[in-house]
Each structure stands twice: as C-alpha cells, then as structure tokens.
C-alpha cells in the first residue's frame, strides 16, 4: 500500500514498464550536409587540379612518350591490343619494349604491335605456308581485321580484338575499320609514385573538413552503436556477403555489356591507377588513402550527406549508387567502356547504401565494410599482381 492508501498488486512489483520504442532522430544537419559535399567537389577538383599541375613540373614525377613511341605504351597496357607502326619506327623504339610488345614481321611497311601475354595472337594471325610448311603471318586474316566489316573481330571467340591507331599516322587506303581506338601522342604522363602523393595530399585535405560538416552526424552514430559492439562484427560480416554479390553481379553484368558493345572488358582506369601506385615506392601512401581514409571520406560523401539531403530511402539510394560509380568512371574513354569497366563501381555504391539502410542509416558498419572490402583488395593486388 502506498501514501495514498491505493493497493499495490503482488505481480505489480514485477510487471516490467512498457518499453518505449527506440526511433533513430531524423538528421537535422542539412547545412552541415551540403556544405560538406560542395567541400568535397571543390576539393577533388579544384585542390586536386593545383597539385596535378605542381607535381607535372617536378622533375623526375613525369614519364614522356613521344608521338611514335605511344602506340607502344598503349600496346605493352592493352592485353587484346593491336597496332601499326612504321619499320623505322620499330628499330627506334622496339628494343624498349621487347618485355611487353611483340613486333610481327612486316606488312606493307608496317610492323604488328601485339602485347607479349596475348596467348591467342598467334593462332588468329599465323598460318602455315603451303609451300615452305612454316607458320607466317596471314595477310588475309590482318586485311580482314582492319577491314570496314571484318568477320575476325576477336581474337578466341570472346576477347574483342581493339585496334589503335595514333592520331596523325599515316596508313595505307584500306587501313583500319571505324571501330579504331584514336590516340595521340606526345603524351606527359604522372609516374605511380607521384600519383600516390597526389592522391595522398587530396585525402589529406578532404578528411578535416568533411569530418568537421559531418560531426554531429558521426558523434551521434558511434554513441548509438558503442553499446552494440557483438553487432558491429555480424554487420561487417553480413555487409561483406553483400559485397560479394555484388561482385559475381557486376561480373556477370560486365561480361553481358561487353558482349553488346563488343568491348573488351579491361581494367578500369581508376583501379589501374591503384594498381600502379601499389606496386610502386608510393605504395604505403596508396594502402594509407585506400585502406583507411578514402573509405571514411567516401561513405561520410555519398551515404551521410546524400543520403541526408534526400529523405526518401529509393531516391537517395540511386542517388548515391549514381555518383558513386560516376565518380569511379570519370577517366573511362566513352560511355560504353564505363559501363563495361567499371560497372562495379556502380553495383558497389548500391551495395554501400543498401548496407547503410540495413543499419538505419548508421554510418559505423559501412564505413568498416568499406574498409575491410578495400584492405582485401589491396592485398590481393600486393600479392596476385
């Protein structure tokens, strides 16, 4: 019985409380949101820009390739890559790249530039001489392929044949179908090394400033999930699982594009600029930006901030699966191959938001996914390229 003489039941004492219902707040930090997206856009292009142009005079961060030599750098990168190149041409430049390029014997004054780990060039373009019995190269298969409508168009079946062709070279009339990849040369180009740094310095001034807008933000989510430390580790399992769908999607999606765009399906810029800056002395400054700080900056970017501009789950999630991609492909030659290179990109930025729907728009577990997904990445380039 209490002070006011009202009876208190036995089983009262023991009745739990109904338990309010725990409801995430709505994000209120809209100026924070944009602001911190207008940073990053600045930033990435703008601030990177400045450093771009200052590394490209340093001394030593610039690898040069005159116009006769460019088809041999794009060549000894292409896999599936074919090109023309003129005899004096090949005795200037060919010893150069004796480790990556393969000069096939002489056609009309030219020689064939093929890429070295190209296991199928020589049963498409070798025959055997009816008259010696040795293996030369067909005339009939090279005029086919540089033909207007060739019937080789690749080179086992699958792997599309891409022809290059430098800008202003000279050919002969019947040379080179409209499918010709157009390059020109002279060509500076930022060696691995200086891209690292380049790439280190813009991540270096991005985090301060996206971490300042956002906060508030990334306050509220590691105090909300601090108390859920066993969950975090089945989150970071169960958004690895994601990405792995993910990854047999976009592979399957690429494969399907490729075939209808008749592309061959290649790395994608930026992550043969990974690659190169990884296996250079700049590695750790690539690990530190990829691993570590790109993954904070970039689900901070296109999860916190768009998806607290736009409050309707399915139009932020295609926002950000979007831009995200479009990011990545910026550097892709055409439409086509961006879609065909890099519709990971694509496939990830869903799968980075889809996780960060399933953590109620917690930033923490995808930021850790992130992480975790680039890590194993970078160690498989370390030790599998």
């Given at each position: 019985?209490?002070?006011?003489?009202?009876?208190?039941?036995?089983?009262?004492?023991?009745?739990?409380?109904?338990?309010?219902?725990?409801?995430?707040?709505?994000?209120?930090?809209?100026?924070?949101?944009?602001?911190?997206?207008?940073?990053?856009?600045?930033?990435?292009?703008?601030?990177?820009?400045?450093?771009?142009?200052?590394?490209?005079?340093?001394?030593?961060?610039?690898?040069?390739?005159?116009?006769?030599?460019?088809?041999?750098?794009?060549?000894?990168?292409?896999?599936?890559?074919?090109?023309?190149?003129?005899?004096?041409?090949?005795?200037?430049?060919?010893?150069?790249?004796?480790?990556?390029?393969?000069?096939?014997?002489?056609?009309?004054?030219?020689?064939?530039?093929?890429?070295?780990?190209?296991?199928?060039?020589?049963?498409?373009?070798?025959?055997?001489d009816p008259n010696s019995g040795e293996y030369v190269v067909s005339t009939i298969v090279i005029e086919?392929?540089?033909?207007?409508?060739?019937?080789?168009?690749?080179?086992?079946?699958?792997?599309?044949?891409?022809?290059?062709?430098?800008?202003?070279?000279?050919?002969?009339?019947?040379?080179?179908?409209?499918?010709?990849?157009?390059?020109?040369?002279?060509?500076?180009?930022?060696?691995?090394?200086?891209?690292?740094?380049?790439?280190?310095?813009?991540?270096?001034?991005?985090?301060?400033?996206?971490?300042?807008?956002?906060?508030?933000?990334?306050?509220?989510?590691?105090?909300?999930?601090?108390?859920?430390?066993?969950?975090?580790?089945?989150?970071?399992?169960?958004?690895?699982?994601?990405?792995?769908?993910?990854?047999?999607?976009?592979?399957?999606?690429?494969?399907?594009?490729?075939?209808?765009?008749?592309?061959?399906?290649?790395?994608?810029?930026?992550?043969?600029?990974?690659?190169?800056?990884?296996?250079?002395?700049?590695?750790?400054?690539?690990?530190?930006?990829?691993?570590?700080?790109?993954?904070?900056?970039e689900e901070l970017i296109f999860r916190k901030a768009l998806f607290g501009l736009i409050k309707k789950d399915s139009l932020a999630l295609l926002a950000s699966t979007?831009?995200?991609?479009?990011?990545?492909?910026?550097?892709?030659?055409?439409?086509?191959?961006?879609?065909?290179?890099?519709?990971?990109?694509?496939?990830?930025?869903?799968?980075?938001?889809?996780?960060?729907?399933?953590?109620?728009?917690?930033?923490?577990?995808?930021?850790?996914?992130?992480?975790?997904?680039?890590?194993?990445?970078?160690?498989?380039?370390?030790?599998?390229?």
């Open positions: 019985m209490d002070n006011n003489k009202e009876i208190i039941r036995f089983e009262d004492i023991f009745k739990d409380e109904p338990k309010k219902k725990e409801e995430r707040k709505e994000e209120s930090n809209k100026r924070g949101y944009l602001y911190s997206l207008l940073y990053y856009v600045v930033v990435m292009y703008l601030v990177a820009s400045i450093f771009y142009v200052i590394i490209m005079n340093i001394p030593g961060f610039v690898e040069s390739y005159s116009k006769d030599e460019i088809l041999f750098k794009v060549i000894a990168d292409d896999q599936a890559g074919i090109a023309f190149v003129d005899d004096t041409i090949y005795q200037q430049y060919g010893d150069l790249y004796l480790e990556d390029v393969v000069g096939i014997e002489s056609y009309m004054g030219f020689v064939i530039l093929v890429n070295r780990d190209n296991p199928y060039y020589s049963n498409l373009l070798y025959t055997i086919d392929i540089i033909d207007q409508h060739p019937i080789n168009t690749t080179w086992d079946g699958d792997v599309p044949i891409a022809i290059y062709k430098e800008k202003d070279q000279f050919v002969p009339p019947t040379f080179f179908s409209d499918n010709v990849y157009i390059v020109e040369g002279p060509q500076d180009v930022m060696d691995p090394l200086a891209l690292s740094i380049v790439n280190f310095a813009v991540y270096l001034v991005l985090i301060p400033g996206v971490l300042y807008f956002l906060k508030p933000d990334l306050k509220m989510d590691l105090t909300e999930i601090k108390p859920k430390k066993n969950e975090i580790f089945l989150g970071i399992i169960i958004g690895y699982a994601y990405i792995w769908i993910g990854n047999i999607i976009s592979s399957y999606g690429s494969t399907f594009l490729s075939k209808l765009f008749n592309l061959q399906i290649d790395e994608a810029i930026n992550q043969e600029i990974i690659i190169s800056a990884v296996q250079s002395s700049g590695a750790i400054l690539m690990v530190i930006s990829a691993v570590f700080i790109g993954p904070i900056v979007v831009i995200f991609g479009l990011i990545h492909v910026i550097g892709e030659s055409s439409i086509q191959a961006a879609l065909v290179n890099g519709l990971s990109y694509f496939v990830m930025g869903f799968v980075f938001g889809l996780i960060y729907l399933k953590n109620k728009r917690n930033i923490v577990v995808p930021i850790l996914v992130h992480i975790v997904s680039n890590a194993i990445s970078i160690m498989a380039i370390m030790f599998l390229f």
